[in-house]
């Protein structure tokens, strides 16, 4: 058997899983840097969550004093779910990316 024949499909495999762990290298540090931030649009929340929705930043305006806990919990749910779902949408297209481009692999 022609030794060139046998390390052919052998360095292709090795050239594919190589592309393949790229891709999803990637598309790791893609997720991992994914922020959303979101301003209440009445102004006294903003809202910044990770790739997979969760708050990791929290700002409220200074003062508050004027503002019921009903309307300031309002901002924060509302902001913080806004958030949230951009963070969810930019996720699933990073992952739609990526399981395309490792079909293509």
């Not at 903003?46 to 990791?56: I, L």
């Not at 949230?84 to 992952?95: S, Y």
Request: aromatic content about 0%.
């Amino acid at each position: 058997m022609d030794e060139i024949s046998v390390n052919d499909p052998l360095d292709d495999l090795i050239d594919r899983a190589d592309r393949a762990l790229s891709v999803m290298h990637d598309a790791t540090e893609m997720l991992s840097a994914l922020r959303i931030v979101r301003r209440s649009p009445d102004g006294l929340a903003t809202v910044t969550v990770d790739g997979s929705g969760a708050m990791v930043d929290l700002y409220l305006q200074p003062d508050l004093s004027r503002e019921s806990a009903t309307q300031l919990e309002n901002s924060i749910v509302v902001t913080a779910a806004e958030a949230a779902g951009e963070a969810l949408r930019r996720r699933a297209a990073v992952l739609e990316r990526m399981q395309s481009s490792l079909s293509d692999t």
